[in-house]
């Protein structure tokens, strides 16, 4: 297999002893392959197509300087459609392609909960958060944060500071080794058990009973056990 692909990168003729076992269409395939991958320029930015003028995620990524060039220390990727697996690049589902990643990144300015983090966490991925999150409130109400969890103190900080905290997180991420990425997924995993469903039900029924005690037709409320 190595062959042909090396073959195919280096233009030179396949015979048929090496392509005997591959349909007609793969090796079609190929030739686009290798076609695109001899394309001059910086990568695009997007994997589909988009509005990049008109777009706020965009703008922001060209006024930074992140238009992949060669010289760019950081790339990016943008795949802008639902993950179902039939997306034409990465071809897995959102938690399959959630759990090959190193870090999630949701330094969200406002969540009232905050799914993706405790998602991410619980697939084995360590995660970022923020305190004007509620997932990440509970982490911090817990002590649970900086072990596969990472919480950014934003409530009442200047923007700037908040910003140069989070770029030496991922710097400091982007420093360890392959054992220790290992322990942080195992220990992330650990601590998103402590937002298991089973747990935080019961905070719900016990809301749910003494609104039910406030309310002046309670008697007509079922009382949740």
Known sequence: MNRIIYDALSKKTLDSENTRFFTESFLNEMKKDVIAFERKGSPPLSTHNVDERN????????????????????????EPVYLDGNDGFIELEYYDA???????????????????PLESAALGVPSVTTDLSGFGMFIKSKHLE???????DRFNRDEEKAIADFAKLLHEFSKTYHTQRVELKLAAKKVSANADWNILIRNYVKAYNLAATKDPIKKTLAKVN
């Open 55 to 78: 777009n706020i995620l965009f703008g922001a990524l060209r006024e930074n300087g992140l238009l992949n060039r060669e010289e760019d220390l950081v790339k990016v990727i943008v």
């Open 98 to 116: 959630m759990a090959g990643c190193h870090l999630g990144l949701f330094p969200s300015y406002y969540e009232p909960w905050g799914y993706t």
């Open 146 to 152: 900086n072990n596969g969890l990472y919480v950014l």
